[in-house]
């Protein structure tokens, strides 16, 4: 059964402590994705990565961070440095880059007190 | 600036109706164009995906039209059921940008009641 798989679905932090999200896909994609969604706003890019072992800031990548050692496989931490990390947030893979359609995950819903 | 507007922000609709949301982009250079559903708490999925050649396009009771010129798009639904109640986000895709990066819309809720 292919597809893009996060979790956990929802994951509640105190204040001053890191958190990472996992993401995996076995959909064989090159590219992946973390975006931040927030209520009345769109998606926002966090972070993406083309191929293994690369990665790249997305618009609000501060506060954040990834790892892309293996192709199946982005986890995203949210580090304390992250002002408001409360947000719903999602992975997504393409066969490439952003000319081809994206796949989202289920998401995870982290909160913050 | 690459933007993406969608209209209305929100909309109710009867069970049965048929109803058209709007995409205003002023994204360039374009690439294509993505109208995805997103159930409440859940991730974003694909409707249609439409190039710059492409005037219009289905998928069952949802139907995308391109207006490259006014670079305007709208999502047709036709005879709405309950289950599209849901939020629908346009995404514009602009050409040889790197990486993954997508102009998305704030999206349209979609309320569709009995």
């Known amino acids: 059964d292919g597809g893009i798989t996060q979790s956990p679905k929802y994951l509640f932090r105190k204040e001053g402590q890191n958190v990472t999200l996992s993401c995996e896909q076995n959909l064989n994609h090159d590219a992946m994705y973390w975006y931040r969604q927030d209520p009345g706003q769109g998606l926002r890019l966090i972070y993406y990565s083309q191929i293994v072992n690369d990665f790249q800031k997305g618009d609000i990548a501060e506060g954040y961070s990834v790892s892309r050692e293996k192709k199946e496989s982005f986890p995203l931490t949210v580090t304390s440095a992250q002002k408001n990390p409360t947000a719903f947030y999602l992975c997504?893979?393409?066969?490439?880059?952003?000319?081809?359609?994206?796949?989202f995950g289920p998401g995870t819903r982290l909160t913050v007190t | 600036k690459n933007q993406v507007e969608q209209s209305p922000q929100s909309l109710i609709i009867l069970e049965g109706k048929n109803c058209t949301l709007q995409?205003?982009?002023?994204?360039?250079?374009?690439?294509?164009l993505r109208w995805y559903k997103q159930d409440t708490g859940r991730g974003p999925v694909s409707l249609t995906i439409m190039t710059f050649s492409e005037n219009t396009k289905s998928n069952g009771r949802y139907t995308a039209t391109l207006d490259a010129d006014t670079k305007q798009s709208s999502l047709h639904i036709t005879a709405s059921q309950l289950s599209d109640s849901a939020s629908y986000i346009c995404v514009v895709s602009a050409r040889e940008v790197q990486g993954g990066k997508l102009i998305f819309g704030q999206g349209t809720e979609l309320s569709v009641k009995p």
């Open positions: 997504a893979s393409s066969i490439r880059g952003n000319s081809y359609e994206q796949y």
């Open positions: 995409c205003n982009y002023t994204v360039s250079p374009f690439s294509n």
